[in-house]
């Protein structure tokens, strides 16, 4: 994967299916690690744990992955919850406003915070 942008830029808008950062703008999924900003390829909940193995490579600098459901909050399956828990990683989950919000604040308290989240119409 090549970040589109190196680091963790706050989140400054979302919406018609993407993501403004950093001045850049997105279209479709991303993913916030702390080595960059990358395009996540996930567009439902149909996730498994490779769609993470990024994260856990960089699971030295995450405390908390944030994940962004889309418009309505979901559970992400059993084995992508086991695989966190197993890296030591906790997993948040809830809709993507929510964890953007959410995300913004935490890195504003310089925390190990890294996020998934899926672009909304």
């Known amino acids: 994967m090549t970040a589109f942008f190196p680091g963790r830029p706050e989140i400054e808008t979302y919406g018609g299916g993407g993501f403004h950062f950093a001045g850049m703008s997105h279209r479709g999924s991303i993913m916030v690690l702390p080595s960059g900003v990358y395009e996540w390829p996930a567009d439902s909940m149909n996730l498994t744990v490779e769609d993470f193995v990024p994260v856990f ?5 995450v405390n908390l992955m944030l994940l962004g459901t889309g418009l309505t909050m979901a559970r992400p399956p059993r084995a992508v919850r086991e695989a966190f828990e197993a890296q030591g990683i906790m997993l948040d989950f ?28």
């Open 57 to 61: 490579n960089e699971k030295a600098d």
């Open 94 to 121: 809830m809709t993507t406003s929510s964890a953007i919000s959410t995300y913004n604040l935490l890195l504003a308290e310089r925390r190990k915070v890294a996020a998934a989240l899926m672009a909304v119409a």
